[in-house]
């Protein structure tokens, strides 16, 4: 379409049997959009496979633009996550490391990166080039990655990203991704395997017949005289306040396909959420801050790993009362997880959007797994290893914007470190932290944020080989039941890459062990500075008879061995007694 208001341009490639497996089986459309008075580009796709049409895998899909690597050297992805990037000819010359997303920087070209390191306010006049390269360590979760890109110096100028909603995207609002990184590259994510692995592959079998729009998504450009005090945290707010005004207009009017649904095509959901848990309170508990959303109809959890549908959330205030608005028509399963409780929720009916339907579903009960009283728990159940101990990284593979961020005597500086788990190579600390013997952690002594660390990773030998570790957690039972109840120990798991976690009790050689979660996960959130990938959350049975008086030993072994990558992040350990009888 043209008139004087707007330009939407599409560029469609329908897919045709004669291509054979030359190319993927869909017939894409994708848009793009410019507004009178906007200054920025607005892009969608549609993407659509027909019954009958060949099976494929989906495992990527996203918008890529690479600005002047002459022109924008600085990026900002948050308020502190900014500073000026090395150049690509600098990984070029750079010693590659594990990986080759990550690169020690050796030479770096631009003039901007050498000197010393002065820690003032002002973010980008302040970092030194970072000795470690990796596009990973600006990965971001989708909740929180609205908007993010490039400043070009000469003259002073913006290119933004700007995603102003989640709708479209796959995988649920924590879902991980890359952001900006070194190219210049800026990227508009809508699918992908990072942080999750082949559980989220979009599998199409049997001539499925589907349809998506992705987006639109905003590319944003702006601009400052150079004489201003301040030019790069200028732009920055601007970029924001327009990433502000473009998620209050969503959802956008002006896209002209019938595809895309507009506001007067959606719908609305409403209730309140509540937490039934009588080992805590005889009363309700408010689901504050609980995450609730609609998302095609599955098992509890199921959105976690869902992309083929459109997902919508909303964060509960502190009562526990939600909104999640602008709907798509259709049928749809309504989800929860609560911080501080273990599991998901699902409302057991389905929930069918009309247009302009109101839909008040109530109050709903989340009655998270328990079988007994807390005896011991290990961390916080927040779906993430972020409150347990993330170790100092090696001097030489430092990103100094990170080491900036946690600088004791900076202004400002966070009660607790900030990214710190985003340092390069911090799997490899655990062997020179505990080089005579895998962790010990004793409940009532032990703290978790100093001595549960944050990853369960394999042992490096002296001949670059790899073996596998066993955590043990000693604790002490006044006594043990005698009516032979089964005791239960709570296994939440914030990450998993090729794992296998035996369970053992007092005995660390019993074969076979307690309970196996057999091979699972491959989200590689260890390698990619990530401090959660999928949420696994297991329940084992713990026989009275296994226990003594006294002290006991559960033995915690991640059973894969060969690679540095290979392991597990707890999220959340409870060891619950047999169920009350009253």
């Not at 494929?56 to 002047?68: C, E, G, M, N, Y």
């Not at 990550?102 to 973010?123: C, F, M, Q, R």
């Not at 201003?228 to 473009?246: G, R, V």
């Not at 030489?396 to 607790?416: D, H």
Request: charged share 20%; net charge negative; with cysteine.
């Amino acid at each position: 379409m043209e008139d004087p208001d707007q330009v939407e341009v599409s560029f469609v490639r329908n897919w045709d049997p004669s291509f054979g497996n030359k190319s993927v089986p869909l017939n894409i459309d994708i848009r793009f959009v410019m507004l009178h008075g906007i200054p920025g580009l607005y892009s969608y796709a549609i993407y659509e496979h027909l019954e009958g049409w060949p099976d494929f895998d989906l495992a990527q899909t996203r918008i890529v633009f690479k600005p002047s690597k002459d022109m924008f050297h600085y990026m900002a992805i948050s308020d502190e996550r900014q500073r000026i990037m090395p150049m690509p000819e600098d990984r070029d010359t750079g010693q590659p490391l594990a990986y080759k997303e990550a690169v020690l920087l050796t030479n770096p070209i631009n003039p901007d990166l050498k000197g010393e390191v002065h820690y003032e306010e002002s973010v980008h006049a302040c970092i030194e080039h970072a000795q470690v390269d990796d596009k990973y360590q600006y990965s971001c979760e989708n909740k929180d990655c609205n908007v993010h890109g490039w400043i070009s110096n000469d003259p002073f100028t913006g290119f933004w990203t700007i995603t102003p909603s989640n709708e479209f995207q796959s995988n649920g609002p924590c879902k991980q991704d890359l952001t900006s990184h070194v190219g210049p590259t800026t990227l508009a994510t809508f699918h992908s395997l990072h942080y999750s692995g082949e559980d989220v592959v979009l599998k199409f079998r049997d001539g499925e017949r589907w349809k998506k729009v992705l987006g639109p998504v905003f590319f944003y450009f702006n601009a400052v005289d150079d004489d201003l005090e301040d030019p790069y945290s200028t732009l920055w707010e601007d970029a924001k306040n327009q990433m502000m005004n473009e998620v209050q207009s969503w959802p956008y009017q002006f896209p002209n396909s019938e595809d895309y649904p507009h506001l007067e095509q959606r719908g609305t959901v409403t209730g309140r959420l509540i937490v039934q848990d009588r080992y805590i309170s005889e009363d309700y508990i408010s689901a504050d801050s609980a995450y609730v959303g609609m998302a095609l109809p599955g098992d509890p959890g199921s959105w976690q790993r869902e992309g083929k549908g459109y997902q919508f959330w909303t964060k509960a205030d502190s009562s526990g009362i939600f909104s999640i608005n602008n709907v798509h028509e259709g049928d749809y399963s309504l989800y929860a997880y609560v911080p501080s409780f273990i599991g998901d929720y699902k409302y057991d009916v389905i929930i069918t959007i009309t247009p302009g339907c109101v839909i008040d579903v109530g109050d709903l009960v989340y009655e998270p797994p328990r079988n007994g009283p807390t005896f011991w728990e290990i961390g916080i159940a927040d779906r993430s290893s972020a409150e347990f101990f993330i170790p100092e990284p090696d001097p030489n593979y430092i990103n100094k914007l990170y080491e900036y961020l946690n600088q004791p005597n900076r202004a400002g500086m966070p009660s607790k470190p900030v990214h710190k788990f985003r340092q390069y190579g911090l799997w490899e600390r655990y062997t020179e932290l505990y080089p005579d013997g895998d962790l010990l952690y004793v409940i009532d002594i032990s703290d978790y944020s100093n001595d549960w660390f944050y990853a369960h990773v394999t042992r490096k030998n002296d001949d670059n080989t790899y073996q596998a570790t066993t955590w043990q957690v000693l604790f002490e039972l006044d006594n043990v039941d005698s009516n032979g109840g089964n005791y239960t120990l709570r296994l939440a798991l914030a990450s998993a890459t090729v794992s296998d976690l035996h369970v053992r009790v007092n005995d660390p050689e019993t074969d076979p062990a307690l309970f196996t979660t057999g091979l699972i996960g491959k989200d590689n959130a260890i390698a990619r500075h990530g401090i959660h990938g999928l949420y696994w959350l297991f329940n084992v049975n713990v026989p009275s008879n296994l226990l003594v008086e006294g002290f006991n030993t559960i033995y915690l072994t991640q059973s894969r061995d060969s690679s540095p990558f290979q392991g597990i992040m707890y999220d959340y350990i409870r060891l619950e007694g047999p169920p009350d009888q009253n």
